[in-house]
């Protein structure tokens, strides 16, 4: 309360927590009150009691969502699909191209990524792009080719929901469904994605906080989808360098409120290919559940995203590396890395495949 | 000296068991008033008799605690009150009481 507020002020304040199902503790201090409001009920609006006369601030000590909460759930959440654990010791490495372009692009690209011991392959069928007349995605003939791919190579396939309508289709083809940034916080699509039984990688909106990001991830678990995973993909700042700020801080921030998995997506992050490796080994050290990263064969003519797209023989240098990086916090990484047909790390040139 | 904090702390020991006796014996009054007020149809909170009951305690006041602090300790055992009136029709006298809220 202020310091001027007086003892009515104080008492309406009390008698409107008391309605909302709040058990009061007044403490009165030498210059002003303190008000603890307990139990009650996790949805209210703090702006209600803000704007009570005698109020100085509000502050919410719990968090506005429940079955997001680590409160709730205290262990880890394991999402598995067929043999892969998302959540668990291993690091995830979900990789591909931006959008699937042609056959030949799609396997050409789930073939890399697979050597280089990807276990999901991504890739877009349907693109939400900032302009309406950039390449828009191959739509069904997209999603065909990828799960084809990714069959052949025995990954799981990612790909991108944009809107309700598209969703009954792709979930014939998709082991996740991925929710971008620009939808982190559409409603319907998210209550939809609820009555789903496929997991839902949900990407941080650009401008969202990362309690905004939990309470749409709220939406999605509280219509009973429990295998939803969180991606941090960088946020918009007043850095204009990179296209993106990625977030390292949100992976422990979110561990800590939460018990979902948390990926990293440091392709989108930076918008740069030479910044995608950095922030990629920085986010594994950080104690990422997962990375997600563009891999093209060749990205000087990607439809999209070209520039942030990285050359199959950086990408297995990265995962080289991360290798190296994960066992010192305890983690693995890609348990059995594939080498076919004599290939090792290094042999292979750029642009290849 | 070690002999005279025992002393204390028996006698502290022994003020503590009064406080909580006559804690609770307050306590089962407000559980009391609480269903009386249900059954009147009155609002659970009184703030002209909680001001009351602050400036009853603070009167009585011999020390050395001051008056902020009487004050500050019958607010938490007036929260508690509250608390008790509210859900006083869920509970039950002569049952030991739980230990989580």
Redesign the interface.
């Known amino acids: 309360m202020r310091e001027k507020a007086t003892?009515a002020q104080v008492?309406n304040v009390?008698?409107k927590l008391?309605e909302m199902g709040f058990?009061?503790?007044?403490?009165?201090g030498?210059l002003r009150t303190v008000l603890g409001a307990v139990?009650g009920t996790r949805q209210f609006d703090t702006a209600l009691l803000e704007v009570l006369d005698g109020v100085q601030e509000v502050h919410r000590i719990t968090e506005p969502y429940k079955l997001a909460s680590r409160s709730f759930k205290s262990e880890n959440t394991v999402i598995t699909i067929g043999d892969l654990r998302i959540g668990g010791d291993e690091v995830i490495v979900m990789a591909g191209p931006c959008s699937a372009e042609s056959e030949a692009q799609v396997e050409a690209s789930a073939a890399a990524v697979k050597r280089a011991g990807a276990k999901v392959l991504r890739g877009g069928a349907f693109k939400p792009r900032s302009s309406p007349y950039s390449f828009q995605g191959l739509g069904e003939e997209g999603l065909r080719l990828l799960k084809a791919a990714a069959d052949r190579h025995n990954l799981k396939l990612i790909t991108e929901v944009m809107d309700i309508s598209q969703l009954d289709l792709i979930e014939r083809y998709a082991d996740i469904l991925q929710v971008g940034a620009r939808n982190m916080q559409n409603f319907t699509l998210l209550r939809e994605l609820g009555r789903s039984k496929t997991p839902v990688m949900l990407k941080r909106g650009i401008s969202a906080t990362i309690e905004e990001w939990l309470l749409s991830a709220e939406y999605i678990l509280a219509g009973g989808n429990t295998n939803v995973m969180l991606c941090e993909r960088g946020i918009r700042t007043f850095e204009s360098y990179t296209r993106n700020t990625l977030d390292i801080s949100a992976i422990p921030v979110v561990q800590q409120l939460s018990h979902l998995p948390v990926l990293v997506d440091p392709s989108h992050g930076t918008g740069k290919r030479d910044k995608v490796a950095p922030m990629a080994r920085a986010a594994v050290a950080g104690g990422c559940d997962g990375l997600l990263i563009e891999v093209h064969c060749d990205p000087d003519h990607a439809l999209s995203d070209g520039a942030q797209s990285m050359f199959p023989a950086q990408f297995d240098r990265l995962m080289a590396e991360l290798r190296i990086i994960a066992p010192a916090i305890g983690r693995s990484i890609c348990l059995e890395p594939v080498a076919r047909r004599g290939w090792s790390a290094g042999r292979m040139p750029s642009g290849e495949c | 000296m070690r002999g005279d904090i025992d002393d204390l702390r028996r006698r502290i020991d022994m003020l503590d068991e009064h406080l909580v006796r006559l804690l609770n014996a307050r306590a089962a009054c407000a559980l009391e008033v609480g269903r009386l007020k249900r059954e009147l149809g009155v609002p659970i909170y009184q703030p002209d008799r909680e001001a009351e009951v602050l400036n009853n305690v603070q009167q009585w006041n011999t020390g050395p605690l001051d008056h902020a602090a009487i004050k500050r300790l019958f607010e938490r055992v007036i929260d508690e009150a509250r608390h008790l009136e509210r859900i006083a029709d869920e509970v039950e006298l002569h049952k030991p009481p739980t230990t989580n809220e």
């Not at chain 1, 058990?23 to 009165?28: E, I, L, W």
């Open positions: 003892d008492q009390i008698a008391m058990d009061v503790h007044r403490s009165t030498a139990g």
